[in-house]
């Protein structure tokens, strides 16, 4: 909330965790980030490789898109797990943006921890799909789910789901980590979700390949089982039970091949669909399964269009007297939608396809009876670039105390460059049409093009702005509004453009550096409470991909209403210098200073000046530590910790993830409103 700063001690330090520069904050968070990666560290690499597997990143590196044709097939990564060189494809979001890195970092520390909870995840390119990649990570504690494991995994099939992105699991896992069973077994974010979810994701059609890499024991068997496509090398392991402790439950005396091996489930189970020899080969096969797909919404466009003549798979040749508007009536309310959604898709992605569906007489009679010939205007992505340079953002943000910008700059850096006219002549200007810009200033609403995505973007004022009040005779007034802060003229903007975007069916991006709402006599008896109610509302309700970048502060209900964690993100990004809580550190080490005054005097103790600093120190260090971005990212709150200067970049593959297999058919509604 937006509430005055306590009174603070003289010798306490409340300035941002040193360094302030933004860019040296970044290289801190970069060097942290490649520490990370190394997962359980370079003996545990090494003993991975002993055994004649690789690691979880070096599988990734082989399975996406990035790589020449003779390294792949020989197995070749770039170097290790820690090699993330410009060159390398998990390097590029482009190629793999991963996801949840930061993970159970700090945590599990009585158990030597747990880097980036023991499992990769993150959107990753296959022969041109996007898929959302999971892969165990066997040099932490071989592979075994965490509490923060399953909650990573979770959070990969959630997003999976919301665009249909096919599933490729990499598993090489002990199964549950024993010693948190009870945090790890039971629970709806608990490991038995991942194997519903499984289940779930089969029925809707979504594509599921696993491909088994080492060992999948107990109950996480049913995690490659319950997929479509299941590959699996010689040496793994797959069964329920290990041969210990089969003697110890029933006597007999196994060997891991007779039990659980790819031999046994290829010829004699039957369980598995493709027996590897080494990890390459699995991946190589895995690729060759994914290259096998068909292309989402363009299979459902010709599909479509083959009902109306058989031939156009063959042939776009002129047939005049083709019945089209019966072909059309024909054709089901499901399967119209989904043809209008391949049309757009294929209008931003490949404009020659849209040309070639609407060359011929009868298909272009189909094409403009769905509205697609309005679609070829949509320019080429190829081309397109930001209007501002990236690297302006290092020099337009500012995050320390009683520092202001203009969050336009911002935007300026992140959405495409496009053409204006102004007096007859024509320059460039961010493609960036603002709503209402003259009303609720302190959120800054507007339609843009990402990467030449249409999108919505809902973004926090971080200046002074002034709002113009109703007046009588002496005419309208002016009052102050605070940077960073939601007044409720603001949030019924933004409620109202919330639900444009979703009439429009397009993503809506959050840029959060909020302090949350205001708050005070006037603040509320100009409906503070109702506003952002419908705010809210609107926000929850959403249809479309909502994605969330947090550049500086995101405290309170301001989190809440620009779309938190408990909201549906599809994707949410944060910088270094992001900083996620309930309010400010200052704030709250005021309040619980107080309190914990109170309950040492009522014990009798006696509180001066220097304790009062001791106290109000400690405090402000713990809650600052908790309000820093890593610790968000450390229990999944954010899915990806970013660098400013590649904020667009990292749009421009989030955009792509969802426009490949979003639902936009679901009707938008809003609940009550308040008004």
Not at 76 to 88: I, Q
Not at 234 to 250: D, E
Not at 314 to 331: H, I, K
Not at 432 to 444: L, R, T
């Amino acid at each position: 909330m937006a509430t005055p700063q306590p009174a603070t001690p003289a010798n306490v330090n409340t300035t941002p965790t040193a360094p302030n520069d933004l860019r040296a904050l970044c290289a801190q968070t970069l060097k942290r980030e490649e520490a990370i990666r190394l997962g359980g560290g370079q003996a545990a690499i090494d003993r991975q490789h002993e055994k004649g597997r690789l690691t979880a990143r070096e599988r990734i590196a082989l399975l996406v898109d990035g790589q020449e044709v003779a390294e792949r097939q020989s197995g070749k990564v770039a170097t290790s797990d820690s090699d993330h060189s410009a060159a390398s494809p998990l390097r590029d979001s482009a190629t793999f943006q991963e996801l949840g890195l930061w993970a159970a970092d700090g945590m599990y520390k009585e158990f030597g921890g747990a880097p980036a909870a023991g499992v990769v995840t993150g959107i990753g390119v296959v022969h041109g799909r996007r898929c959302m990649i999971i892969a165990n990570d066997a040099t932490v504690k071989a592979g075994a789910f965490f509490p923060m494991t399953c909650k990573k995994i979770i959070r990969a099939q959630t997003i999976a789901m919301m665009a249909r992105l096919p599933l490729i699991y990499l598993v090489d896992s002990a199964g549950v980590f024993l010693p948190l069973q009870e945090d790890v077994f039971p629970d709806t974010d608990d490991f038995g979700r991942i194997f519903r979810n499984n289940a779930v994701l089969s029925a809707m059609g979504v594509p599921q390949i696993a491909a088994i890499m080492g060992y999948c024991v107990a109950g996480g068997g049913y995690l490659p089982v319950l997929c479509d496509t299941l590959v699996m090398t010689k040496g793994s392991g797959l069964y329920l039970a290990g041969p210990a402790l089969v003697k110890a439950a029933i006597g007999q005396e196994v060997t891991d091949e007779e039990l659980g091996g790819a031999s046994m489930h290829m010829s004699i189970s039957g369980t598995i669909d493709f027996k590897e020899k080494s990890d390459e080969d699995a991946i190589e096969r895995v690729r060759s399964l994914v290259s096998k797909y068909a292309p989402s919404h363009l299979s459902a466009a010709l599909t479509s269009l083959h009902r109306l003549r058989s031939s156009l798979l063959t042939s776009l040749s002129n047939d005049d007297a083709l019945d089209v508007g019966a072909g059309v009536a024909s054709l089901s309310a499901n399967e119209r939608s989904q043809l209008l959604d391949a049309i757009k898709e294929q209008a931003v992605r490949n404009r020659t396809v849209v040309e070639q569906l609407s060359s011929d007489a009868s298909v272009t009679s189909l094409f403009r009876s769905l509205g697609g010939e309005k679609l070829l205007g949509v320019p080429s992505r190829v081309s397109t670039h930001s209007f501002a340079d990236p690297q302006r953002l290092y020099d337009v943000f500012a995050d320390k105390p009683g520092s202001q910008y203009d969050v336009r700059n911002i935007i300026a850096c992140i959405v495409d460059a496009g053409a204006t006219k102004s007096g007859g002549a024509e320059s460039l200007a961010p493609d960036f049409d603002e709503y209402k810009a003259e009303y609720g200033q302190s959120i800054v609403c507007g339609y843009a093009t990402i990467g030449g995505h249409a999108c919505g973007i809902v973004a926090n004022q971080k200046k002074i702005v002034q709002r113009t009040m109703p007046g009588g005779k002496a005419g309208p007034g002016k009052a102050v509004q605070m940077p960073g802060v939601i007044y409720d003229d603001s949030a019924d903007k933004a409620a109202r453009f919330i639900m444009d975007c979703n009439q429009r069916k397009i993503p809506i991006v959050f840029l959060h550096d909020t302090t949350g709402f205001m708050v005070g006599r006037d603040s509320e008896q100009g409906g503070i409470i109702r506003a952002g109610a419908k705010m809210v509302n609107a926000m929850s309700n959403c249809v479309v991909p909502k994605i969330v970048v947090i550049t500086g502060g995101s405290y309170g209900a301001g989190n809440y209403a620009m779309c938190g964690r408990a909201f549906d993100q599809f994707l949410a990004f944060a910088w270094p210098s992001a900083k996620c809580a309930v309010m400010g550190a200052n704030q709250a080490t005021g309040v619980l200073t107080q309190i914990e005054e109170a309950s040492r005097k009522r014990k009798g103790e006696t509180i001066d000046p220097a304790t009062h600093e001791k106290i109000y120190g400690a405090i402000h260090a713990a809650y600052t530590e908790q309000a820093a971005i890593t610790h968000a990212a450390a229990r999944g709150w954010v899915d990806r910790i970013i660098e400013p200067h590649k904020t667009r970049e990292e749009l421009i593959a989030a955009l792509d993830a969802a426009a490949q297999g979003w639902d936009y058919s679901r009707e938008f509604k809003t609940g009550v409103l308040q008004v």
